[in-house]
């Protein structure tokens, strides 16, 4: 397992006038794994690293109140598969001692871990597979300029 943090969510042109969300991963020495993502949860991860909040709570918020109010607490996120350009991602919460693994999108997973301060892992060999340094991003623009 490879620690990795959020550096940024950024929209990556494709085409002019179409770009295609991007949450990027870095490891401990600046190499990047970008995971395309969904409009709204590109939205919900900016508005954490942005420290926003909205006036009413939003689905991450809501999911992290629902595990708060049931005293579950957020382990970590571990995005461990790969299958045809779709990366696979785990929940791990813990409950009373009893840990469980919960199957979810990363970009999902990624917001939660990011609400909870819960550390997020990447398998080894999917994060190297996948890895470019950051000096070779090309066309992107942060989500807050977009």
């Given at each position: 397992m490879l620690e990795v943090s959020?550096?940024?969510v950024y929209v990556v042109r494709v085409r002019?006038?179409?770009g295609a969300p991007t949450v990027l991963l870095e490891d401990s020495t600046g190499?990047?794994?970008p995971i395309y993502i969904g409009h709204p949860?590109?939205?919900s991860i900016n508005m954490v690293l942005n420290q926003e909040t909205m006036p009413r709570p939003m689905t991450h918020d809501l999911m992290i109140s629902i595990l708060d109010r049931l005293e579950t607490d957020v382990v970590n996120i571990f995005i461990d598969d790969k299958i045809e350009?779709?990366?696979y991602a785990r929940l791990v919460i813990n409950r009373d001692?009893?840990?469980?693994d919960i199957d979810a999108r990363p970009s999902d997973c990624i917001a939660l871990a990011l609400r909870s301060e819960a550390p997020i892992y990447v398998k080894e060999d999917i994060f190297e597979s996948v890895?470019?340094?950051k000096d070779s991003l090309q066309d992107?623009?942060?989500l807050d300029t977009f």
């Open positions: 959020v550096k940024g002019e006038g179409f190499r990047i794994m949860e590109a939205l350009n779709t990366y001692g009893l840990s469980m890895a470019i340094d992107i623009e942060s």
